[in-house]
């Protein structure tokens, strides 16, 4: 079982930027792809950014060039670094693990773009 908590979230600016957060439990999360998602309201949930146990990052088109993820195997962490924001990227950001056919998800963390 893996539990996921994200943090970071919040309020800013078009132009702006953000770092999202989060901590996986569990002994054996290094060997876990790590991703995250958003949800627009009235939208569905879509992919952002992935990486990978080797640590090798994808990216969503959307984002690419934008955003950064990273991961710190040591502290059980992936962190999503947000630059350039826009009000386009306004949404529940939700962390994702997936590995041993399991999925887990987080509970999200809002992050609203607006002047």
């Known amino acids: 079982q893996v539990q996921l908590v994200e943090s970071g979230g919040g309020l800013v600016q078009p132009g702006g930027s953000l770092t999202l957060s989060c901590v996986a439990s569990g002994s054996l999360v290094r060997y876990y792809d790590m991703a995250w998602y958003r949800q627009a309201p009235g939208k569905q949930r879509e992919f952002v950014a992935r990486i990978d146990s080797v640590q090798s990052p994808s990216y969503d088109d959307s984002v690419k060039g934008r955003f950064i993820i990273s991961r710190d195997n040591a502290k059980s962490t992936v962190a999503l670094q947000m630059n350039s924001l826009e009000p386009e990227d306004t949404a529940v950001y939700f962390c994702?693990?997936?590995?041993?056919?399991?999925?887990?998800w987080g509970q999200g963390t809002q992050v609203t773009v607006s002047s």
């Open positions: 994702e693990a997936e590995a041993f056919g399991q999925i887990y």
